[in-house]
T-cell receptor, first 114, second 116 residues
Framework: DGGITQSPKYLFRKEGQNVTLSCEQNLNHDAMYWYRQDPGQGLRLIYYSQIVNDFQKGDIAEGYSVSREKKESFPLTVTSAQKNPTAFYLC?????????????FGPGTRLTVT | AQKITQTQPGMFVQEKEAVTLDCTYDTSDPSYGLFWYKQPSSGEMIFLIYQGSYDQQNATEGRYSLNFQKARKSANLVISASQLGDSAMYFCAMREGSVGNNDMRFGAGTRLTVKP
C-alpha cells in the first residue's frame, strides 16, 4: 500500500534535547513538507522540499532543521533552539508543487517536551 | 497577510441536512488551486476536493461540492446529507502558481459537529 509513514505517533523529550521526527513516503512524490499544528489552530509550514538535496524554509523554520538525501525520506529535527516545541507535527508529500497537486498527509507525530 | 480566511470557528448541523463551510482567499496570481481537507480527531488530514482557478464548473466529489465564486474570492465547501462521521475539523487551503511560491497555505479551520 502506498502512503506516508510517520514515526513514532507519540514522542516525549526533555527540554534541551534535540529530537528527530521520521517521515517516509513510497508514493514516488518529488515534493515533501513539514507542518506544525498547535491546539485549535491551522497548519503552519516549517520546511518543504521540491526535490532531493533541496529544501526551502517555511514560515516558522527557526529552531528546526531538515535533510532530503533520499526521495522517500524527509526527517525533521527539532533542536533545543525551538522555544515551544510541544505540538502536533504533520508530514506531507505531493507529486510536484504544481497548483493542481494535492498533498497527502501522514498520521502525524505528537511531540511533548517537558 | 492572511491568504486564507475561515470565519467560522465552529458549525453545527443536523444529521441528513446540508451545511456550508466558508472560505475566502487572497491572491493576485491568476493561476491557483484551492483545496479542502478534513481532519478527524485522529489527526490525519484527508483530501476532499480541489478547484482550479481556471475551472469553469464547480468541483464535486460525492457529497462534497465547492461553491467557487472567483470574483468574490470565495471557495465554500458544501456537504450534503450530513453524517455523524462528518464531525471533524475542515481546512481550506490554496496553492499559488507563480514560480518560487510553491507552498500550500491553510486557513485556521472550522470545527463541524453533526447532531443526531
Amino acid at each position: 500500500d502506498g502512503g506516508i509513514t510517520q514515526s513514532p505517533k507519540y514522542l516525549f523529550r526533555k527540554e534541551g534535547q534535540n529530537v528527530t521526527l521520521s517521515c517516509e513516503q513510497n508514493l514516488n512524490h518529488d515534493a515533501m513538507y513539514w507542518y506544525r499544528q498547535d491546539p485549535g489552530q491551522g497548519l503552519r509550514l516549517i520546511y518543504y522540499s521540491q526535490i532531493v538535496n533541496d529544501f526551502q524554509k517555511g514560515d516558522i523554520a527557526e529552531g528546526y532543521s531538515v535533510s532530503r538525501e533520499k526521495k522517500e525520506s524527509f526527517p525533521l529535527t527539532v533542536t533545543s533552539a525551538q522555544k515551544n516545541p510541544t505540538a502536533f507535527y504533520l508530514c506531507a508529500s505531493s507529486i510536484s508543487t504544481s497548483v493542481v497537486d494535492e498533498q497527502y498527509f501522514g498520521p502525524g507525530t505528537r511531540l511533548t517536551v517537558t | 497577510a492572511q491568504k486564507i480566511t475561515q470565519t467560522q470557528p465552529g458549525m453545527f448541523v443536523q444529521e441528513k441536512e446540508a451545511v456550508t463551510l466558508d472560505c475566502t482567499y487572497d491572491t493576485s496570481d491568476p493561476s491557483y488551486g484551492l483545496f479542502w481537507y478534513k481532519q478527524p480527531s485522529s489527526g490525519e488530514m484527508i483530501f476532499l476536493i480541489y478547484q482550479g482557478s481556471y475551472d469553469q464548473q464547480n468541483a464535486t466529489e460525492g457529497r462534497y461540492s465547492l461553491n467557487f465564486q472567483k470574483a468574490r474570492k470565495s471557495a465554500n465547501l458544501v456537504i450534503s446529507a450530513s453524517q455523524l462521521g462528518d464531525s471533524a475539523m475542515y481546512f481550506c487551503a490554496m496553492r499559488e502558481g507563480s514560480v518560487g511560491n510553491n507552498d500550500m497555505r491553510f486557513g485556521a479551520g472550522t470545527r463541524l459537529t453533526v447532531k443526531p
